[in-house]
């Protein structure tokens, strides 16, 4: 689950949240949170720059741990609409 916050920046395509994402652990229930940024794009993205952004998450997928990159932990499409996709 992602709690989303503030912005924290814009970028061409879309808008960067501050967000706190919780994982729970199914054997003994304890939750733990992390600070995370969410990268959303606009609602008026062109499809073009749409491919352009999930080739960027797609990228960054394959990168892995580097220290100079910050860490890809996935991304979430909510239905089809371009301003709904959700990269965290």
């Known amino acids: 689950m992602t709690s ?3 912005e924290i920046g814009r970028g061409a395509f ?3 949240l501050r967000a706190n994402y919780y994982t729970k652990n199914k054997t003994d229930g304890w939750e733990s949170k992390l ?6 794009p606009r609602s008026d993205v062109s499809d073009e720059e749409l491919k352009i952004f999930l080739k ?4 960054l997928a394959h990168v892995g741990s580097h220290k100079y990159i910050v860490s890809f932990l996935g ?3 909510d ?3 371009k301003s709904k996709l959700t990269v965290s």
């Open 75 to 77: 991304a979430a499409i």
């Open 56 to 59: 960027e998450m797609r990228t």
């Open 35 to 40: 600070e995370v940024a969410v990268k959303k």
């Open 79 to 81: 239905g089809l609409s």
């Open 4 to 6: 989303l916050g503030e």
């Open 14 to 16: 879309g808008v960067v």
